[in-house]
């Protein structure tokens, strides 16, 4: 019964803020009251390069960077090469919310911040063979933090039992590592199988407290429950690129995936912690869960040539077809489910001449991108957009050299400051969350020499 009254007071107040701030530096991404429920927040794909350009990736071709979207693109790394790629990025989050009074009127907007940092992905991709290549990355999937806190306002409780004080908070992550081939069985045409898996550990803190026992009767004035997710199963993706046009000066690719989708059968670990004046039970219990993956569908475009490189990706993910829904009672009846969600991305680099001998900044590259989607979850029925726009600089180590240190900024928007209302009308007012990250990658890639062996010691 605890656990019924502390799951179903958690579902309203997912959309409340913590009355604190707190501004302090964490290993984990995300600080946001959207991930109590599911895998969390999920993380931007791609290397620091990528995400510049808005995330796009599923048609790139390079001999030279790897493939972190599309397997098919392991087939383009030049022979006798090595590619190796590490990113981490720094992340400043704020979140405010409006908040009412039992009337509906307008109280004051609440705000709290923080500030992360992680890495983002490494990879490795060489070639095994003519028009056969190999990938290796991990990465972060999603990411699970928040806490949060709400006082009991019922003036019947307050009359029976006393003040009573909700405690939520989460953290955790999900890593993502893919292995995978990429072989292009006809010119211009390559295709990609990747085995995707996933780890990480999830949990969920959760607790009432009695502040004033008005009462004294002796009843429970604490309750503290844990539920502890831990994570691990295989997943796939196949994709496919061709290219319309592949030349000396420009090639035109066109590029797709599909991942593959289901339960990932998490175990979960369920405890609960009772005190009062007179004794204490603890009870514990395990399950499995049915937390899911979506089913994934990318498609794109690039366009490249010694100057610009220019793309678009649109994605697809099934949520709606294959996730549960959350509808607890609570003040009313208070419903987080899952819709399937659509992404659009666009990206644009220059480079005005990566030949020129005498002036360095004309061998940098420049690069802008943008990235609109719906979040996959739903409150009362209500949709949450979010977008980004995102820049990068990518600065070269040597002349005629692939190795390069890549910067990205990326300014982002969740939500907004617009209210719901429950069945018995309370509004509740939405959070908008708006983050800034900046990235540092490091790409490197070994030349043609690094492979030969020498004819004298």
């Known amino acids: 019964m605890c656990r019924a009254v502390a799951v179903a007071t958690a579902a309203l107040v997912c959309v409340a803020l913590p009355v604190q ?74 979140n405010r919310q409006r908040q009412y009074d039992a009337a509906n009127a307008y109280l004051r907007t609440a705000k709290n911040a923080k500030n992360t940092i992680n890495f983002h992905e490494i990879a490795i991709q060489f070639p095994v063979a003519k028009g056969l290549g190999f990938g290796l990355s991990l990465s972060p999937y ?87 997710y831990s994570i691990s199963n295989f997943k796939f993706q196949v994709g496919l690129q061709w290219s319309a046009i592949a030349n000396d000066k420009r090639i035109l690719t ?30 514990t219990e395990g399950s499995r869960s049915q937390m899911r993956l979506p089913h994934q569908v990318n498609v794109g475009v690039m366009y490249q040539d010694s100057r610009f490189t220019v793309g678009f990706d649109y994605e697809r993910q099934m949520w709606g077809s294959n996730e549960g829904v959350f509808d607890e009672q609570i003040y009313g009846k208070m419903k ?8 659009y991305k666009v990206g644009f680099e220059y480079t ?49 050299g692939a190795t390069s240190i890549d910067i990205g900024f990326e300014y982002g928007c969740r939500g907004s400051l617009g209210s719901i209302s429950n069945t018995i009308g309370q509004r509740i007012g939405m959070i908008r969350q708006d983050y800034f990250k900046v990235s540092l990658g490091l790409s490197m890639f070994g030349e043609d020499y690094w492979f030969v062996r020498p004819k004298y010691d």
């Open 142 to 228: 999603s990411s699970v933090g928040y806490k949060m806190s709400h006082t009991e306002e019922s003036e019947d409780i307050w009359g029976t039992i006393g003040r009573v004080m909700y405690e939520y908070s989460g953290d955790g992550d999900v890593t993502e590592v893919r292995a995978g081939v990429g072989w292009e069985p006809f010119k211009n045409f390559s295709i990609g199988i990747a085995a995707k898996y996933y780890w990480g550990n999830i949990k969920h803190n959760y607790a009432s407290t009695v502040a004033n026992d008005y009462v004294g009767t002796g009843s429970p004035k604490t309750i503290v429950g844990v539920d502890d």
């Open 254 to 283: 066109f590029g797709a995936t599909y991942d593959y989708g289901g339960s990932m059968r998490p175990k979960v670990e369920r405890g609960i912690c009772r005190n009062d004046t007179y004794y204490t039970e603890v009870v």
């Open 352 to 400: 005005p001449n990566r030949f020129d001998v005498r002036r360095y900044l004309r061998r940098m590259a420049y690069r802008i991108g943008g990235r609109y989607s719906d979040y996959y979850q739903t409150y009362n029925g209500t949709r949450i957009n979010q977008y980004a726009i995102t820049a990068g600089i990518g600065f070269p180590l040597r002349f005629m």
């Open 336 to 343: 987080v489910g899952y819709v399937d969600t659509n992404t």
């Open 21 to 94: 701030v707190e501004a302090q530096g964490s290993s984990v991404n995300a600080y946001s009251p959207y991930t109590m429920f599911g895998i969390g927040e999920l993380g931007t794909a791609g290397n620091t390069a990528q995400r510049a350009m808005g995330g796009i990736g599923v048609a790139w071709r390079s001999g030279q960077m790897v493939s972190m979207l599309n397997p098919a693109g392991y087939s383009a790394t030049f022979p006798k090469s090595f590619i190796f790629d590490f990113g981490a990025e720094g992340n400043f989050l704020q």
